[in-house]
């Protein structure tokens, strides 16, 4: 769980947004609320010194990026980096092809806690030896790192990646939107259908990983953001906020401080929630937990108002037990009901209920 800075800030970042995005996550209860990292994506870095070695924009980052991940630590949070597996980064910035160990070892020195590697310029390169010579640099730097693989599933790095990396992205970049026209662009809905059957591939330390959050930058409605954020909470998908977490709504923090959801995210069980049925536009998506109980979104992908229900069956308990139901949006028992569950769910809307024998 955390913030990246890339889907709201894109290049535009500095040490003042860095500096910001801390103290914000302090200050709206999100650090409370569970989350712990602090990510600068692309554009920090502009060349390499004499010696190789990798140079962030002294203009952006006057103070460097050891006193940045000073800042962050003093917040009681964990700073995140972003390189390339390529001769170059997405946006054409130095990558660290050829420069691994070099890099893992300044990131060390400089307190880094996280890395987003991303999949760019890399050429025939195979993506299983590009991520594995990173990850055996990052282990030799000898500082514990997230590693966080942004290879865009293209070589199903689930098959492979497990010992690899701690995260892996399944697909393309994430679009603001809640069902994009554009080419290449993927809406989230259009994500959570690659994630269905990846499941088995998830598990601690090892994840799954759908792409970042886009709840609070816009594009879609706040039934909408509610939804995106239930489903990537039920596939125990990484948490990382992308938003400017300054200037978000009321609404928008109540969504991604929610911590009965969250809770669902963070379950000790650590298992990947799954599809168990689709019916035209409505769905039913559930999560074992490390209770015994299930986590349960029924989902209308309609542009109408639907009845949605789930049967104790499809969630692996006999139809004639009794089991306890509550609202996680709602926060609210919903009483003791035996064979199944129905309800009235809104327009490109969830309702998520844990459901308890």
């Known amino acids: 769980m955390g913030w990246n800075s890339w889907n709201k800030f894109g290049c535009n970042v500095s040490e003042d947004l860095i500096k910001g995005a801390a103290d914000a996550i302090v200050s709206s209860g999100m650090k409370d609320a569970g989350y712990e990292y602090v990510v600068i994506d692309d554009c920090w870095q502009v060349s390499r010194d004499a010696g190789g070695n990798i140079v962030a924009d002294a203009r952006r980052f006057p103070s460097g990026i050891k006193a940045l991940a000073d800042y962050v630590h003093s917040k009681g949070l964990k700073f995140g980096i972003y390189s390339d597996a390529g001769v170059k980064t997405c946006a054409?910035?130095?990558?660290?092809?050829?420069?691994?160990?070099?890099?893992?070892?300044?990131?060390?020195?400089?307190?880094?806690?996280?890395?987003?590697?991303?999949?760019?310029?890399?050429?025939?390169?195979?993506?299983?030896?590009?991520?594995?010579?990173?990850?055996?640099?990052?282990?030799?730097?000898?500082?514990?790192?997230?590693?966080s693989m942004c290879e865009w599933g293209t070589a199903k790095p689930w098959l492979w990646a497990k010992d690899v990396g701690n995260l892996w992205r399944t697909a393309g970049d994430i679009s603001d939107c809640?069902?994009?026209?554009?080419?290449?662009?993927?809406?989230?809905?259009?994500?959570?259908?690659?994630?269905?059957?990846?499941?088995?591939?998830a598990g601690p330390g090892h994840w799954n990983d759908p792409d970042m959050l886009e709840v609070g930058n816009g594009g879609m409605t706040t039934t909408e953001y509610r939804s995106h954020f239930s489903l990537w909470c039920l596939l125990a998908a990484p948490l990382m906020a992308g938003n400017d977490l300054k200037s978000m709504s009321a609404e928008i923090k109540e969504i991604?401080?929610?911590?009965?959801?969250?809770?669902?995210?963070?379950?000790?069980?650590?298992?990947?929630?799954?599809?168990?049925?689709?019916?035209?536009?409505?769905?039913?998506?559930?999560?074992?937990l490390s209770d015994g109980s299930r986590a349960v979104i029924l989902f209308n992908r309609g542009i109408d108002e639907t009845q949605v229900s789930v049967s104790w069956e499809e969630l692996g308990y006999p139809a004639h037990?009794?089991?306890?139901?509550?609202?996680?949006?709602?926060?609210?028992?919903?009483?003791?009901?035996?064979?199944?569950?129905?309800?009235?769910?809104?327009?490109?809307?969830?309702v998520m209920v844990k459901v308890t024998p």
């Open 92 to 147: 054409g910035r130095p990558g660290s092809s050829g420069h691994e160990y070099q890099d893992a070892l300044q990131y060390a020195a400089w307190g880094v806690d996280y890395l987003k590697y991303d999949w760019c310029h890399t050429g025939t390169a195979s993506a299983e030896w590009a991520y594995s010579t990173m990850r055996d640099a990052l282990k030799a730097s000898g500082r514990p790192i997230v590693f």
């Open 178 to 201: 809640w069902d994009c026209k554009k080419k290449d662009a993927l809406s989230f809905v259009k994500i959570a259908d690659m994630q269905d059957g990846l499941e088995t591939y």
């Open 256 to 288: 991604l401080t929610n911590r009965e959801v969250i809770a669902v995210n963070q379950d000790a069980l650590g298992m990947q929630g799954r599809r168990v049925r689709k019916d035209g536009d409505t769905e039913v998506w559930a999560k074992q």
């Open 321 to 350: 037990l009794s089991a306890g139901v509550r609202d996680l949006w709602m926060k609210k028992d919903l009483g003791r009901l035996a064979g199944m569950y129905r309800v009235k769910v809104p327009s490109h809307g969830v």
